[in-house]
């Protein structure tokens, strides 16, 4: 089957009502935002999960099958992850290793390194979210419970019940940031304890630092600001779906695309 019967038949429903990458920035407008021209990276594939590994980036894409994508400069590398009926819709990465989460309940742990799995866990519902630090990895899934394992050597410490559903984790200074941005984008991540798994008083989560000021993604722009500066420096004509910035500064976004011709990540550098 070729592309574009794959992404018809298996995203036609997904693609019509989500976002596209329509980038009012990447036309003749761009310097209105501000900054350099964004470079696309990947058109028309769905990209379900994106994150960083130094200077790389990590993304989950479905064309005709779901991969793990590894791009570092103009290299790509990529796994095979298995076939589009099954979602793989969680990501993260710590070190050199990647967590891949998906619908079939169960938590892939692949080395970035060589691109081979090294185990996997079974988590019995549907994968949501995962997250990752230098000791735990902690996952939602769609039974609502919320479970840490020691990365170690894999070992179940304990599991919770938020009273919220789980689409996205984050681990910084053994706080676990909870949140639901499907269900109430609105709404401030809940901050939990790590490894009590207890909610906790704690300050919201930073914003990724880029270009001397913090990023953050709002509806169909990212937004830059440094103390009372404020400005859009990329445009879209419909919802970012990710943002995430190296430790080198560069930036990546991505959204859905309505045909194969869409751009659905796209990089601004330093």
């Not at 004509?237 to 976004?253: K, M, N, S």
């Amino acid at each position: 089957m070729d592309g574009s019967s794959r992404l018809s038949a298996r995203a036609r429903a997904p693609v019509a009502r989500a976002a596209a990458l329509g980038v009012a920035c990447l036309a003749a407008a761009l310097s209105a935002c501000g900054g350099a021209s964004p470079r696309v990276l990947a058109r028309g594939v769905l990209p379900y999960a994106l994150a960083v590994w130094g200077d790389a980036v990590v993304t989950v894409e479905l064309s005709e099958r779901f991969e793990l994508v590894v791009r570092e400069g103009r290299t790509e590398r990529r796994l095979a992850l298995g076939p589009p009926e099954i979602d793989l819709r969680a990501l993260a990465v710590h070190g050199a290793t990647a967590y891949v989460g998906s619908d079939d309940g169960t938590v892939r742990e692949i080395d970035l390194a060589s691109l081979e799995t090294r185990r996997s866990f079974p988590l019995g519902a549907p994968v949501l979210a995962v997250a990752a630090d230098a000791r735990v990895l902690l996952t939602a899934d769609a039974s609502g419970a919320l479970c840490l394992r020691r990365r170690a050597d894999g070992a179940l410490l304990q599991c919770a019940r938020p009273e919220l559903r789980v689409d996205e984790l984050a681990l910084a200074g053994g706080i676990a940031y909870l949140a639901s941005p499907r269900a109430a984008p609105a709404a401030p991540a809940r901050a939990w304890t790590v490894p009590a798994l207890a909610r906790a008083t704690a300050p919201p989560p930073p914003s990724p630092s880029w270009r001397g000021g913090v990023v953050r993604a709002e509806g169909r722009t990212v937004v830059w600001s440094r103390g009372g500066q404020r400005r859009v420096v990329l445009a879209l004509d419909r919802e970012l779906r990710h943002l995430a910035v190296t430790p080198a500064g560069a930036l990546f976004v991505t959204a859905w695309p309505r045909d194969l011709r869409d751009a659905v990540l796209v990089t601004l550098a330093p």
